[in-house]
């Protein structure tokens, strides 16, 4: 019963927007599934859910999933950035070159600008490739270059390749820039065709990494989901509840807020037994 809640919330959530943050989508799974079981969000999706869902990263590592039900907007193209355009190949959005004013526009399909082509799954790879290649791993590091080897060797590799850079700053540190720089190479690669002077060519990788303005954004409620759960599993409401509380961190659980005579009553009625 619970896995096809799960697939219900998930494609409800694909329809609605193109890309949700793995924190907030961990979020409001919580309760009504133990992703713990499956080793984690992650791996539940690509297990799972995979029509659904592919997991990617956002700028810094950060764990994104892009949805492969969502149909494109227009309103939708203010919120995506040049940057996550070129370099998320499942995103519904491309990167163009506006040759009125040579600025970058995003947007499903442009017919009156240049089209730069997105950085490939390949490309992807082999970025992260030539990172494990090129650099020096010192003796204690050796089990962390082991685990991104391993990494590399599986289909969808990024899980496993974060999660191996997460356990030294340093080394994740360096991929980051590494990563960072290897894209923007790819994206003056992509100038090299076209008739474009150095200086606009500067202008648009800055515009390309610039960090994308401040948008609007409208984040899913957690209980507008627990509304939409009471109307359609009004009998497993509460259990979704209580999972939810118990995998919560001590943090979040200080912040719930629960009427102080819930807590003592009951407190009372245990005492007694």
Do not use: C
Request: no cysteine.
């Amino acid at each position: 019963m619970s896995e096809d809640i799960v697939r219900e919330t998930l494609t409800r959530l694909a329809e609605e927007r193109p890309t949700i943050p793995g924190s907030n989508l961990g979020s409001l799974l919580r309760g009504i599934v133990d992703f713990r079981a499956y080793g984690g969000l992650a791996k539940m999706i690509s297990e799972k859910y995979s029509d659904i869902y592919e997991m990617g990263y956002e700028r810094g590592g950060h764990a994104t999933f892009h949805s492969k039900l969502f149909a494109p907007t227009a309103d939708a193209e203010n919120t995506v950035s040049p940057w996550d355009a070129f370099v998320h190949f499942d995103l519904p959005y491309n990167l163009f070159l506006n040759e009125m004013d040579m600025s970058l526009a995003v947007a499903a399909k442009r017919d009156d600008a240049k089209l730069i082509e997105k950085v490939s799954k390949t490309e992807h790879r082999n970025i992260a490739d030539e990172f494990l290649i090129s650099r020096a791993f010192s003796e204690g590091e050796l089990p962390i270059k082991t685990s991104l080897k391993n990494a590399l060797a599986q289909d969808n590799y990024w899980p496993g390749w974060n999660r191996a850079l997460r356990l030294n700053d340093s080394i994740y540190r360096e991929w980051v820039s590494y990563r960072r720089s290897s894209i923007e190479a790819l994206f003056l690669s992509r100038l090299a065709g076209l008739d474009l002077d150095e200086a606009t060519k500067t202008k648009l990788l800055q515009s390309l990494s610039a960090r994308p303005r401040p948008v609007k954004r409208t984040y899913l409620s957690p209980s507008k989901e627990v509304n939409r759960l009471k109307a359609n599993h009004p009998d497993q409401l509460r259990t979704f509840l209580v999972g939810a509380i118990e995998q919560m961190p001590l943090a979040d659980l200080l912040k719930l807020w629960i009427p102080v005579s819930a807590i003592t009553e009951l407190f009372d009625d245990r005492k007694s037994k």
